[in-house]
């Protein structure tokens, strides 16, 4: 069964340094995702991408975050100058479609998660 | 403003039946999803319900009330692999992101 895969598993870092990590989706998927959790907290949106451009991004993806997709199949996300409070799971996650609704009534599409890169800054 | 509630821990015996409950307020609801999450991994999809109902997967459902703003997983046949935390995620209209519950942490005893 395909499954999106991410890279490193861990990553630890002094804080002020640039992190990229680094996901590859699922071969036909369309959509891509971040995520974060910090320990004992919630799963967070942080930004989506389809399209080659960013279709959607939360107030925590600030000036420091960005994304690319470098070729057809990485998709990463960089942390220019990492903080203390970066330190979280990062999940990527893709979809074949997204959760706009129209006046057709779309529907939302399964995102599929990978298994997270665990970032600590020092 | 959207919110969604989920108890924070529930325990359950082995072979038992467990209901996890989730309540939401969302404006443009376009349809929940569960996911299974065991400690340091990541987010496994279990269910999706976009209309009322129950949904039957195997050893697991998924209602949804959309008037009452109201899910619940059911897990039968309790195994010791499903202690995990349960996470109830809502989708909602013109936005592409999951908004996640802080998730329910089963713990199923022998």
């Known amino acids: 069964e395909p499954e999106v895969t991410q890279t490193p598993s861990h990553q630890v870092t002094q804080m002020g340094q640039e992190v990229i990590l680094r996901c590859v989706p699922i071969s036909n998927h369309l959509y891509f995702y971040w995520y974060r959790q910090i320990l004992g907290q919630k799963v967070e949106f942080l930004v989506s991408f389809y399209n080659n451009e960013i279709s959607e991004k939360s107030e925590i993806f600030d000036d420091q975050f960005s994304v690319e997709r470098p070729d057809g199949s990485n998709f990463t996300l960089k942390i220019r100058s990492t903080k203390l409070e970066d330190s979280a799971m990062y999940f990527c996650?893709?979809?074949?479609?997204?959760?706009?609704?129209?006046?057709?009534?779309?529907?939302?599409?399964?995102?599929?998660f990978g298994p997270g890169t665990r970032l600590t800054v020092l | 403003g959207q919110n969604i509630d989920q108890p924070t821990e529930m325990t359950a015996t082995e072979g038992a039946i467990v209901q996890i409950n989730c309540t939401y307020q969302?404006?443009?609801?376009?349809?929940l999803f569960w996911y299974q999450q065991h400690a340091g991994e990541a987010p496994t999809f279990l269910s999706y319900n976009v209309l009322d109902g129950l949904e039957e997967k195997g050893r697991f459902s998924s209602f949804l009330s959309r008037s009452k703003g109201y899910s619940y997983l059911l897990l039968k046949e309790l195994q010791m692999k499903d202690s995990a935390s349960y996470l109830c995620?809502?989708?909602?209209?013109?936005?592409?992101?999951?908004?996640f519950g802080t998730g329910t942490r089963l713990q199923v005893f022998p």
């Open positions: 969302t404006s443009g609801f376009n349809g």
């Open positions: 996650a893709s979809s074949e479609l997204v959760g706009r609704g129209t006046s057709g009534g779309a529907v939302a599409d399964t995102q599929y």
């Open positions: 995620a809502v989708s909602v209209y013109n936005t592409d992101k999951l908004i």
